[in-house]
């Protein structure tokens, strides 16, 4: 959003008033106005509403006008701090204007993974996947059996028993409560029932320690379901969230997943 206001400079002349006295030059009064651009600038996905506290909603701000900007985060998310000529985290906060002005919203999302523009095969930019054959069993694919619309992500079959792991980048939970994971999933099963284990784990300490939030040994196939989970003992955390597959890889087709997000609550 950008609002522009032109600075113009009013010359008010008051002037030419003739009064009865013969020969006095006329009084000349200059009133100067001045009104300023404010510029509002977006880091993320939201808006700013502005409110005049002490001036009629007009195109232009004079001198001195109070404006009061309301940060509003667009669904899934938040509200980070301001910059330029506003700085901190208060919201709503204030100014009143004394010079062109620019300001600057920083929102900021948790963790938002649709797997859209990606290619098959990638996995998106700062993820990492590992465990046997280098983890390339994961990748992209453009379906939607997951229940999300295509691409989503896709763990494959191969002939190895072990592990493999799909990680997301560094997850920062500070100043945030409440932390909920969720994400659509659907499992193509393939052969003998409970040979292989599917799971979500967290690490706060980059992989030397995980706390698991949710495994299955599956019987057969999974049909598409979103699974929730309350991961709010990481509250305030910075940590990494982690899919994997544990077992026979003979054994299973494919496991889809997509539309993965985590939740919370800003602090202030
Ligand atoms: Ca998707």
């Known amino acids: 959003m950008k609002i522009l206001i032109r600075k113009k400079i009013l010359l008010i002349v008051f002037g030419l008033i003739f009064l009865s006295l013969a020969g006095c ?6 009133v100067e106005e001045f009104e300023y651009d404010l ?48 700085t901190g985290n208060k919201n709503p906060d204030g100014l009143a204007m004394a010079k062109d002005t620019v300001i600057t919203a ?8 649709d797997f859209s523009l990606l290619t098959f095969g990638e996995i998106p930019q ?13 990748g992209v694919t453009n379906s939607s059996f997951a229940g999300g619309e295509a691409p989503e992500m896709r763990f ?26 969720s994400f659509k999933h659907h499992l193509a099963h393939w052969g003998e029932p409970e040979k292989y284990i599917l799971g979500v784990s967290v690490t706060k300490d980059g992989g030397s320690s995980y706390t698991n939030f949710w495994s299955v040994q599956p019987l057969g196939n999974i049909p598409a379901e979103t699974i929730t989970l309350d991961i709010s003992s ?10 994997f597959f544990l077992g026979d890889s003979g054994q ?17």
């Open 25 to 30: 030059d006329p009084p000349l009064i200059e």
């Open 39 to 86: 510029n509002i600038n977006i880091v993320g996905e939201g808006t700013v509403d502005i409110i005049i506290e002490v001036a009629p909603l007009a195109e232009k701000y004079d001198k001195g006008t109070v404006l009061i900007f309301k940060a509003q985060a667009k669904e899934g998310w938040y509200f980070s701090h301001w910059s330029g000529d506003l």
């Open 106 to 113: 920083h929102f900021f999302e948790i963790l938002n993974e």
């Open 126 to 138: 700062g993820w990492t996947r590992g465990g046997m054959n280098e983890g390339l069993d994961w």
């Open 156 to 181: 494959s079959w191969n002939n190895w028993e072990g592990s493999s792991f799909l990680e997301t980048p560094e997850i920062d939970g500070s100043g945030l409560t409440g932390l909920e994971l």
């Open 234 to 243: 990481f509250d305030g955390e910075t940590f990494n969230i982690v899919w």
């Open 252 to 268: 299973i087709d494919f496991w889809y997943i997509d539309d993965i997000l985590v939740t919370g609550t800003p602090n202030n």
